[in-house]
C-alpha cells in the first residue's frame, strides 16, 4: 500500500481496525433450544434488541496497531442515525489534529497536521481499506447491531460455546440483489441477546473484517459497546484497534458542523 495514504489511514482505521482488549468474565448462560431451532427466530431477536437511538456520542481512546507500531489514539465520536457518522481525533493534550464527516453519499476529511483535506463519496474509504462497505454498515459496526438492510434469507444457526452463531455464504445488500455476496457471521450472546463477535468476509476470504464487542453498557434502556475491539484484514496490510468508550450519551442533539480552512489544499490520492 501507498506510504503516502498512512497518515490518512490511521484515522480511518479507528471506523475498521484492531483487537486487543481484555474480555471480562462471564457466567455460562444455555443458549435456548428454541432460537436453536429457527434462524429467522434468532434473526428477529437479534434485531428487536439491538440499538435504536435518533443521536449517539461518546468519547473514545485506545490503541491502534498499524506496521508493527503501536499508536495511542483518542477523540470523540457522533452519530445521528441514518444520516451522519462524526469522528474527531485529539490525541495531543485535546488538540484535535483530524476530523471525519461520513453521510450515506459523502465523505469529508480535514487532516491538520498536513492543512490538507478530501471530499468525495464511501469509496475513499474503500479504497484505502480494499473493502466494499456502505455507510450503513459503518453505521452497525460502530454500533453492535446487525446490518438490517442485507437480505436475511439465508442463514443457518448452531450453538458455538454457549453463544448462538447465525452464519450466511451469501449476504447481500436488500436492494442490490446482484452484488458481490459476502460471508457474514455473528456470535449472539444470551445474556442480552447483543452481537459479542461478528465476522465479515469476501468469499475468498482475502478481505475480512472482524469486531468483538468485549463489554456493553446500558444507556436508557439501550446497550451500546463501551469496549469495541477491530481488525481489519486484506493480503498486503492489517491494521487493528482497540477502543474504550466513554462519557456516552443517547438523544442528546449532536453538532455536526465541519468547515474547511480556505487554506487547506485537497490530497493527493
Not at 506510504?3 to 479507528?14: D, G, H, Q, V
Not at 455460562?28 to 429467522?40: A, H, K, N, Q
Amino acid at each position: 500500500m501507498n506510504r503516502t495514504l498512512i497518515p490518512k489511514l490511521l484515522i480511518l482505521i479507528l471506523l475498521l481496525g484492531s483487537i486487543q482488549a481484555c474480555k471480562s468474565r462471564r457466567d455460562i448462560i444455555l443458549v435456548s433450544d428454541e432460537l436453536l431451532r429457527s434462524p429467522e427466530r434468532a434473526l428477529r431477536t437479534l434485531h428487536a434488541n439491538q440499538a435504536d437511538f435518533q443521536f449517539y456520542s461518546a468519547r473514545f481512546s485506545g490503541d491502534a496497531l498499524w506496521e508493527g507500531k503501536n499508536y495511542p489514539v483518542s477523540g470523540s465520536l457522533r452519530m445521528e442515525k441514518d444520516k451522519a457518522i462524526f469522528l474527531s481525533v485529539a490525541p495531543f493534550l485535546g488538540i484535535e489534529v483530524a476530523r471525519v464527516l461520513i453521510t450515506p453519499d459523502t465523505v469529508k476529511f480535514i487532516n491538520r497536521l498536513q492543512s490538507r483535506f478530501f471530499v468525495g463519496d464511501i469509496e475513499f474509504i474503500n479504497d484505502l481499506l480494499g473493502a466494499e462497505l456502505d455507510f450503513y454498515m459503518l453505521q452497525s459496526i460502530l454500533t453492535g447491531n446487525d446490518f438490517e438492510h442485507f437480505t436475511t434469507d439465508n442463514f443457518k444457526v448452531s450453538d458455538d460455546r454457549s453463544m448462538v452463531l447465525l452464519r450466511s455464504s451469501g449476504r447481500r445488500p436488500k436492494d442490490n440483489s446482484r452484488g458481490t455476496p459476502l460471508e457474514h457471521s455473528i456470535w449472539m450472546d444470551p445474556s442480552n441477546y447483543r452481537i459479542r463477535k461478528a465476522i465479515v468476509q469476501d468469499q475468498t476470504g482475502q478481505r475480512r473484517i472482524e469486531a468483538d464487542y468485549n463489554s456493553y453498557e446500558n444507556l436508557s434502556g439501550q446497550w451500546l459497546p463501551s469496549d469495541l475491539a477491530l481488525k481489519f484484514t486484506e493480503p498486503d496490510s492489517r491494521a487493528e484497534l482497540s477502543i474504550r468508550l466513554n462519557r456516552s450519551n443517547l438523544n442528546q442533539p449532536q453538532d455536526f458542523s465541519f468547515s474547511i480552512p480556505s487554506r487547506y489544499t485537497p490530497m493527493d490520492l
